[in-house]
């Protein structure tokens, strides 16, 4: 019958437990023990930090630094196709996608934003360093060392031109994304950029219905349209962009001087060949003139609409929050009848906390929300007129050059200019391999 | 690069592209600067507060290893050593016995032992621990709460954002600094 007892005691405790907070409870007093026996310790199983951190900093930085010079000195696309492979089996398969790159720019701005959060070394070189670097050398990064892009390059099958005005349209996407996981970030809500990396699914050959669904059908858009996550959406890339027009030295299509033989021409997967830009016909050099003032008119009231369009937005945004959408979710529950608790509300039923102090928080949230929005419409309105002032500025262009933003530095195009394999062949009868 | 040419544009260009460049350094030495001024090289971990859990379960399967990284933890002096353990039994145990039918945990990774008359002792074999919470929900419902759930570190890949930490429905995950990165419940005595 001891059992029966057992039934009884369970169900005396779980009418009990419904009522009251059960977490601190000592319903069985800890025992004093009369034999010898002693309570054991905890194990504490630490990281395994230690050497960790340097030796993922040496390598990202030996990785740049051979990326840069097999760009820009040995020229060779196989090199770099290897030096990819390595970088996707390191900094993809083995660490598993993490720390990455793209990922450390929310610790960053919440770093930025917020004076109690810190940030290990680590996170910071790793944001750091491919910006250095490709304020040096031009996207080094994105060429050789960052395992999202080696996936999509390794990938690509057969190239498929985008057309250069929804390649242009599609970019802006990248922008938003930016905008919106630095605003996310920094409110607090959670970190988007690493919730829907598409490829870290294939590094961890583990993940969610919805990512799976995301990465594998950028992965098959990948076989035929060149990198399209780092170049219509990756956030880091956004800024990788920019400095690269900043670049000390540019990825060349020729070692010597351009003939502007057109051989180059279709040899870029992701469309950052420019072709020569005569100089300017008088008609539309004043065309373009009269849009450039008409837009800078334009600029003040379009960031003005775009900030007024964030800050409607951040009820949205602000719903992502936790304790925004727990507070959401108590006021429905509270005046709404049939709403069905979720986990979180009846957890918080349980704490203790009150149901104001909750709304408060939360309203407080809201506010927040509502200031970043201000700036996240008027930062992506920024863009938008940025963006049409590039279109009315030209400059002049004598030769077949890499468009400094746009261009990873793949390094595809060196076999496609006659001259450069003219020096290949130079060099190989200098060595007196061949003789022709 | 040489800066001798006539042509004014072109090092017009050249000066404003060298002072950004210039400018983006600088900047970008502000955030090294500010994060050995405020970091003190701190570096974080995932940890679970056990006061707010709310043994969901979703630990288990929530979790980017195969095997989740939130093992079950004992601490001892919260335990109150029953010789009927909730967290170890069924809620009704065909016997009071350690057959397998009896117990909660659908692995066997607790072990009873006895210690004297009425005490016993029960150890979690974490190489047999999946963190699926059973045991944590009965021992926090009916017993002292000693059983709960803890992230361990050698398991744990750490990673940016952590993806149990998105669907905790009690927000119980923290950082916490990585030279103590325990959380464990302790007695009152204690």
Known sequence: MRINFLITIFAGLLILSFSMNAFTIERFPPPQFEGEYVRPEHANPMPRAGAWPLIDSALLLSALGLASWLIHKKRSRKSIFILMVFSLAYFGFYRKGCVCSIGALQDISVFLFNADYTIPMLTIFFFIAPLVVTLLFGRSFCAAVCPLGAVQDITLIKPVKVPAWLEHTLRYLA?????????????????????????????????????????????????????????????????????????????????????????????????????????????????????????????????????????????????????????????????????????????????????????????????????????????????????????????????????????????????????????????????????? | MDNNNNDKKKSRREFLRDALRGASLMAIGGVIGLGLYRGKNATYAWQIDPYRCSTCGKCETACVLEESAVKCVHSYDVCGYCKICFGFFEPQPNAINEGAENQICPMGAIKRNYVEDPYYEYTIDESLCIGCAKCVKTCNGFGNGSLHMQVRHDRCVNCNQCAIALVCPSDAFKKVPVNSPYLYKKGDKA
């Open chain 1, 175 to 436: 922008y938003v994304y930016l905008a919106l996981a630095v605003w996310l970030a920094v409110m607090g809500s959670s970190f988007i950029i690493c919730k829907y990396d598409p490829y870290v699914a294939i590094f961890r050959r583990n993940a969610n219905m919805n990512i799976l669904i995301m990465g594998g059908i950028l992965l098959v858009i990948g076989f035929f349209i060149g990198r399209p996550y780092c170049r219509f959406l990756c956030p880091y890339g956004v800024i990788l962009r920019q400095l690269s027009r900043l670049s000390r030295w540019r990825v060349k299509i020729t070692p010597t001087d351009c003939n502007q033989c057109t051989l180059c021409e279709d040899a870029c997967p992701y469309g950052a060949i420019q072709a020569p830009v005569p100089s300017y016909p008088e008609a539309t050099y004043k065309k373009d003139k009269k849009r450039l003032i008409i837009l800078l008119i334009l600029l003040p009231f379009v960031l003005s609409i775009g900030a007024y369009t964030g800050s409607r937005l951040a009820p949205m945004a602000a719903y992502t929050h936790p304790a925004v959408s727990l507070a959401e979710q108590i006021w429905m529950e509270e005046n709404r009848d049939g709403v069905d608790s979720t986990d979180a509300s009846v957890f918080f039923r349980a704490s203790g906390e009150t149901i104001t102090s909750l709304y408060e928080h939360a309203e407080k949230i809201r506010k927040g929300f509502k200031r970043g929005g201000y700036y996240f419409g008027g930062f992506l309105a920024l863009v938008l007129m940025g963006k049409l002032i590039l279109l009315s500025l030209r400059k002049k262009q004598a030769d077949y050059e890499a468009e400094r933003a746009g261009c990873v530095s793949c390094g595809r195009c060196f076999k496609y200019c006659p001259k450069e394999q003219e020096s290949r062949m130079l060099k190989i009868q200098e060595k007196g391999g061949v003789s022709l």
